[in-house]
């Protein structure tokens, strides 16, 4: 039997005290990174891009690797609720016939991003798989932990990719850490359209 005060613990009892901090505040924005090998990194972002968008949030969504060529769902479906999309990648790497172009994108994808942060039009700007650029080198991570750290009050953030640094960590508010028990591509499953895209 597990202990039934620990929230955290095995759930074969529910929990019979509150687990939560006694001196709760509010937030004006929040810094979320999703990370980890598991899937479910961008799913849980764009799940938080649709509860903004119920709250009459402006957002905004920069995809760093994802081409629009993809026709991806969840860019369907931003886009017909009026999120701004921006695209900001080509695909993936092993795929590229030119990474100085990719490289180039990049860049010029974290200036369209950081300049929707500073703008603060957007309560929500999602950062779908921002890690990779920024592990690669791609784009320069000290600045988009100035800006991340240094965003409008009211303008929240979701980065998501595999890797997140410490410094990332660090800023964050929250970090959710996804990690990989099965995937169906390691049994040479492709991607499901409507489950993975």
């Known amino acids: 039997m597990t202990d039934a005060t620990d929230p955290h613990a095995a759930p074969d009892e529910p929990p019979t005290e509150d687990p939560r901090p006694d001196e709760l505040r509010r937030a004006t924005s929040l810094l979320l990174v999703n990370t980890g ?3 479910g990194k961008s799913s849980a972002a764009f799940g938080v891009m649709l509860r ?3 709250r009459d949030w402006e957002v905004a969504v920069v995809q760093f690797v994802k081409s629009g060529d993809w026709k991806v769902g969840e860019e369907t479906i931003g886009r017909r609720l009026g999120v701004t ?10 795929d590229s016939d030119d990474l100085e172009h990719d490289r180039a994108l990049a860049r010029e994808g974290w200036a369209a991003a950081a300049a929707l942060i500073r703008a603060g039009e957007h309560r929500l700007v999602v950062l779908d798989e ?3 650029l920024m592990n690669w080198g791609w784009i320069d ?3 988009v932990i100035a800006t991340l750290a240094g965003r409008p009050d009211h303008v929240s953030v979701v980065v ?3 890797d997140a640094s410490p410094a990332l960590i660090e800023i964050a508010d929250t970090v959710t850490e996804m990690r990989k028990v099965k995937h169906a591509y390691d049994r040479g499953i492709a991607a499901k359209r409507g489950i993975d895209y």
């Open 52 to 54: 903004a968008i119920a």
């Open 85 to 94: 999309w921006v695209n900001a990648g080509d695909g993936f790497t092993w």
């Open 141 to 143: 991570a000290d600045d």
């Open 160 to 162: 998501t990719g595999r």
């Open 130 to 132: 921002l890690t990779y």
């Open 37 to 39: 090998d598991g899937k």
